[in-house]
């Protein structure tokens, strides 16, 4: 058993935001899914207040070593997700773990306070890799930015708050610090990392119709690692490490660098079952590892 | 969605990553699926180099597909090139009465004509059957007798005019959409199509979608 933010859990993997839509996954798999739940907790895709269509297509590359992709965050706004989403989720059987993102301090924290007290929801998630619109800096690459935020939202609710870092910033072990000492009770990391391709029959046009977005998958697993070792050396609040992991040895060494729990992202959409299965893998080494003594 | 279970990346640009959709083409009643790939990319390369015996990832079957036609309405199948995969096996569903018209480039690739029960067939260069569009075959069919359901599979600019010409004819249209996909479940949000009510994932809400949601096909 894992204990994270006082939530007990049965092994250490989780999805990673964005990477796994449980409600579809249900649809297109049906109750099996439900029995044999690929993750320890589910973290549920970006809420924003308002609706947002998402990035217009195409949204994805495939690239070495994993994608960029570039969906601009897509969900139904917070009116849509309590009324639609959290329903169906809450019939998961494993914590649900909701992720939000606002464009001002405001707007984080009034979707913060929309999920202060429901029994439904075990922790929040903020991703901070969007500008605040009102100082110009992106939320999650300034330690005073993530400070005033966490400032904000903190006294609004008791659940455990993880602080998405976004690995595009000088220094996200000094936005790990800043969070913890503002009150974050977790922090996870990497986000994607900020890249881009070229149209492959037109010179310079960029190929995403979002013109950048985030690259994923193992091309990033080294960045991963050596990011949640600067962090671990910072903070000692709990870690979710993830990025390119697609086995329980990758995971494993995210654990040895000081990550309780690891998310699994891009490896879940060329597997759906790729969360139990890295858990399995995982289980396998763990009782032999430098972890357990 | 499919991928080689051995050496799946590695290849040009250190790709294939992500596995690839696909319709399946026919099912046979021993359990056996037929799928029709044209090597094209990493992808459709790696697949086309498997050797029997070597193992195949499948995940499946997914997505929305084609649904039968209104009472009084007879269907016409109309597919382009190796868009024809999911007619063979919708033919099969509907019975042998389903008239399929298809267009092929030249008559090499309209030998996968054969794949289909008595097509009739078009190729742009005129070198097997009608010397046209396939789309002339279907405004032919439909002049002749319009109380029909289209359904349409193929490249985008055979689909978009399959889907002017019904929406000119008042005809009920379902096309089979094609998109880059990562997961092919619903998970990544990147296969999306426009439609007249906003996004949607053809992965999960396709890839047949009613042409009548369509402002056009891209």
Request: hydrophobic share 45%.
């Amino acid at each position: 058993v894992t204990e994270f933010c006082g939530i007990d859990l049965p092994h250490p993997i989780v999805n990673g935001s964005g990477t796994f839509d449980a409600i579809a996954a249900r649809r297109a798999f049906g109750d099996a899914l439900l029995e044999d739940f690929p993750f320890a907790a589910f973290v549920s895709k970006t809420v924003t207040l308002e609706p947002r269509q998402g990035n217009p297509p195409p949204r994805l590359w495939e690239q070495a070593g994993g994608m960029i992709n570039s969906i601009g965050l897509p969900n139904k706004g917070l009116a849509g997700y309590l009324e639609q989403d959290l329903p169906l989720l809450a019939e998961l059987p494993v914590p649900l773990i909701v992720n939000v993102m606002g464009f001002t301090r405001a707007e984080v924290a009034r979707l913060v306070e929309a999920f202060a007290e429901l029994d439904e929801v075990a922790a929040l998630e903020l991703n901070v890799s969007c500008p605040n619109v009102e100082t110009g800096l992106i939320m999650g690459a300034d330690p005073g930015e993530t400070g005033a935020l966490m400032d904000a939202v903190r006294p609004l609710t008791g659940k455990p708050i993880i602080v998405k870092l976004t690995p595009n910033c000088t220094s996200p072990a000094d936005v790990a610090a800043a969070a913890e000492a503002h009150g974050a009770d977790a922090v996870s990391l990497v986000n994607t990392l900020r890249g881009m391709a070229f149209h492959p029959l037109r010179d310079g046009l960029p190929w995403l119709g979002g013109g950048t977005g985030g690259v994923s998958g193992p091309a990033v697993r080294a960045v991963a690692l050596a990011q949640v070792c600067d962090v671990r050396a910072r903070v000692s609040v709990p870690i979710v490490g993830m990025g390119g992991v697609q086995s329980g040895c990758h995971a494993h060494d995210l654990l040895l660098a000081g990550a309780d729990l690891v998310a699994v992202g891009t490896e879940s959409f060329r597997d759906p079952l790729a969360g139990a299965r890295v858990a399995a893998e995982l289980s396998e080494i763990l009782p032999n590892s430098e972890i357990a003594r | 969605m499919l991928a080689a279970t051995e050496r799946w990346g590695g290849g040009a640009d250190e790709r294939p990553f992500l596995p690839r959709a696909f319709s399946v083409l026919r099912h046979h009643h021993d359990g056996t699926l037929d799928f029709l790939l044209e090597d094209v990319g990493p992808g459709t390369r790696r697949l086309a180099e498997l050797e029997p015996a070597d193992g195949l990832w499948i995940l499946g079957p997914l997505g929305v597909g084609f649904r039968r036609p209104e009472q009084g309405r007879r269907p016409l199948l109309v597919g382009g090139g190796v868009g024809i995969a999911p007619l063979a096996i919708w033919q099969d569903a509907l019975g042998a009465a389903a008239l399929v018209l298809l267009g092929f480039r030249d008559a090499a690739h309209a030998a996968g004509a054969a794949l289909l029960r008595a097509p009739r067939v078009a190729t742009d260069d005129g070198s097997a059957g009608h010397p046209g569009l396939v789309t002339d075959l279907l405004r032919a069919e439909l002049g002749s007798d319009p109380r029909a359901t289209v359904y349409g599979c193929g490249p985008p600019p055979m689909l978009e005019a399959v889907r002017a010409l019904c929406a000119a004819e008042g005809v009920p249209a379902q096309l089979a959409m094609e998109s880059g996909m990562a997961c092919g479940f619903g998970a990544c949000f990147g296969c999306v199509v426009p439609t007249r009510s906003g996004y949607v994932r053809l992965c999960v809400d396709g890839p047949v979608l009613d042409a009548a949601d369509l402002e056009r096909v891209q």
